[in-house]
């Protein structure tokens, strides 16, 4: 799904295996946010395959509100459930699990990558998620803010499985 400065309103919707072009860049495989105001409850996004960028969702210059949301087993780039980038995201009973993040040299956030980006996350688990910086977590000139948020297992080489601030 592809949304351009409109305000999309999903509930109980399923992403599943869905994939985006490498070739123009691909973003978001199951949701691409640019310039929107999304919400999003009981929303899942699952197995979605490599592309170049955020495998899951990505948003750009987008605000987010997601409550009971989970990314489960997508795989990218760049930010392996979710890419935010120049928005601001509320997460509320949200789920990242067994993402991955994968590119030589450029990987971060297996679970969720922030850049330019004021997200606050309540209740949030990022459980086993891969990448070579970040593991569970990534920030790029960010400032997030957490509250009650669990890192479990996640993996990064060479450093911060966690989470990382750059």
């Known amino acids: 799904m592809y949304s351009d400065n409109s305000s999309p309103t999903l509930t109980?919707?399923?992403?599943?295996?869905?994939?985006?072009?490498?070739?123009?860049?691909?973003?978001?495989?199951?949701?691409?946010?640019?310039?929107?105001?999304a919400t999003l409850t009981h929303v899942a996004f699952t197995g979605t395959v490599p592309s170049t960028m955020a495998a899951a969702c990505s948003a750009r210059k987008a605000r987010q509100h997601s409550t009971d949301v989970t990314f489960s087993e997508n795989h990218a780039r760049l930010g392996g459930g979710m890419k935010n980038v120049g928005g601001n995201a509320t997460l509320t009973d949200v789920t990242f699990s067994r993402n991955t993040a994968l590119e030589i040299l450029v990987s971060c956030g297996g679970g969720m990558e922030n850049v330019d980006s004021s997200p606050t996350l309540t209740h949030v688990t990022f459980d086993a998620n891969v990448s070579l910086l970040g593991g569970g977590l990534c920030n790029q000139a960010s400032s997030p803010s957490l509250s009650d948020v669990e890192f479990i297992g996640n993996f990064a080489k060479p450093r911060a499985g966690g989470c990382s601030i750059k």
């Open 12 to 37: 109980e919707v399923e992403f599943v295996d869905n994939q985006t072009n490498s070739e123009t860049g691909g973003e978001g495989g199951g949701l691409n946010l640019y310039q929107s105001m």
